[in-house]
């Protein structure tokens, strides 16, 4: 039985989202049991059994990534896998999906309904801009924008050296708020809905919901830093057909 997660945000009647857990495919351990990644060694036929289901039950397609920790934004095209880390789209039942397993999942409608867009963000791309150029794919005003931040490490479990904290500050001064010493001389927790939201406010973009999740704990999502052999669940936006 899949077990989906809906994002709790004021976003437009005809904005559809949902979020992934590990529960409802066919994927054998360590990538049990709704791997939606084809890239980490899990078989094939599963991958693509698990991706079906997914199609079916929301009725969309889903327009996957090859996602490389980048700013690249596309078009959503689910007749190609794009080299890119977000995409938008206008057209109803075409999904924007994000794949992850502790990098920072973002979903973004405008108030009018009528565009949506997921971004994948890791520090990398957090920190390079990614979240910034989704907003812009959607051609509106940071006032009529929102954002919905889904499952991705939590502020306990991320612990990262100074020279991520250096790429943060180095744009924005604020962003030493959402670093903390750790227990080790030398590096820091991360707070990454947190990073997250300062960017985006640094836009004017300030509708934005989600977050208090913690991949790494919850066992309901894969976590790359909890077993590094693991499978990817995936956070899709669309608009009703």
Known sequence: MSDWLIPDWPAPSQ?????????????????????????????????VENRRRL?????????WLRQV????????????????DGSWTSTPGI???????DCLPALFCNRAGTRVAAAHAGWRGLAAGVLEAAFESLEAEPGEVLVWLGPAIGPNAFEVGPEVREAFMKEHAETVEAFVPSRNPGKFMADIYQLARLRLAARGITAVYGGGFCTVTDPRFFSYRRSPRTG??????????
Do not use: Y
């Not at 920790?69 to 890119?84: L, N």
């Not at 990817?232 to 057909?241: D, G, K, M, P, T």
């Open 69 to 84: 920790h980048g700013v690249a934004v596309v078009e959503a095209d689910p007749s190609r896998i794009a080299e890119a």
């Open 55 to 63: 199609t079916e039950s929301f009725k969309i397609q889903p327009a």
């Open 95 to 101: 999904a924007c999906t994000s794949m992850t397993a």
């Open 15 to 47: 904005v559809k989202a949902c979020v992934t857990t590990r529960a409802g495919g066919v994927s054998l351990a360590p990538f049990d049991s709704l791997n939606l990644g084809d890239h980490v060694e899990d078989s094939l036929e599963a991958v």
């Open 232 to 241: 990817r669940f995936a956070s899709l936006v669309w608009l009703e057909r």
